[in-house]
């Protein structure tokens, strides 16, 4: 069972515009989820995280939004950049005593495509 | 700065073959991770360890083991290797419990089963 998924396995957006990149979960559990970057060939490193007491956080171009009551979030970039290509990976993690502590359970990922 | 460092990058194995991925971070981390990465689909967890000693089963254990004898190393056997088993394999670190900690990734070991 998939507890955390990206339906869009990719994206294309003119550079300037806005990038939304989805992830839907499962497990009410979940109390923080983070958005992870991976260029090719290299390991992902993190991008922005959300508590579950927030329901937005925003760091430079990118604002990430939950949706607690519809079990969403979404990542928004603003303004989109050529470097901003690469594959989007949502994760989430369960609360102490959830049986799921310390893990981070991942979505498929999205591809973002960035045109000039 | 080195951060988290897999070795070997690539592997070509035989079924049945054994081998054992490499990590070791320099951060001090106490939190380690594997993870594997199949086509299309996102990070499976494969095992975790909270310190020097403690280890314990992610999403996908199976034909896998992990030992955590030092703070910087956490090695991933791999006894009887199948075709199931060719993916990337990622190791991680955090100073925190994932989650509120952002993990630290290695390059990756990309690892073929024939």
């Known amino acids: 069972d998939q507890q955390v998924k990206q339906n869009s396995p990719s994206l294309s957006v003119q550079e300037g515009r806005i990038s939304i990149l989805n992830c839907d979960y499962t497990n009410s559990m979940f109390d923080y989820f983070l958005w992870y970057k991976k260029y090719p060939a290299e390991g992902p490193t993190f991008l922005i995280s959300i508590s579950s007491i927030k329901d937005k956080n925003e760091d430079g171009r990118f604002t990430v939004f939950l949706n607690k009551s519809a079990k969403h979030l979404s990542l928004h970039i603003v303004p989109s950049q050529p470097g901003d290509s690469a594959v989007y990976f949502c994760a989430a993690s369960a609360k102490r005593g959830s049986g799921n502590t310390g893990k981070l359970i991942f979505g498929q990922g999205t591809t973002l495509q960035v045109k000039p | 700065n080195a951060g988290v460092t897999q070795t070997p990058k690539f592997r070509i194995l035989k079924i049945g073959q054994s081998m054992t991925l490499q990590c070791t971070q320099d951060m001090n981390h106490n939190y380690m991770y594997w993870y594997r990465q199949d086509p299309g689909m996102g990070l499976k967890l494969i095992y975790y360890?909270?310190?020097?000693?403690?280890?314990d089963k992610g999403e996908v254990p199976n034909g896998y083991n992990v030992s955590r004898s030092t703070t910087e190393d956490f090695p991933l056997r791999l006894e009887l290797a199948a075709p199931s088993q060719t993916s990337v394999y990622f190791c991680?670190?955090?100073?925190?419990?994932?989650?509120?900690?952002?993990?630290?990734f290695g390059e990756g070991s990309r690892l073929t089963v024939l």
């Open positions: 360890s909270v310190g020097a000693g403690i280890t």
């Open positions: 991680a670190s955090s100073y925190q419990l994932a989650g509120p900690g952002e993990l630290f």
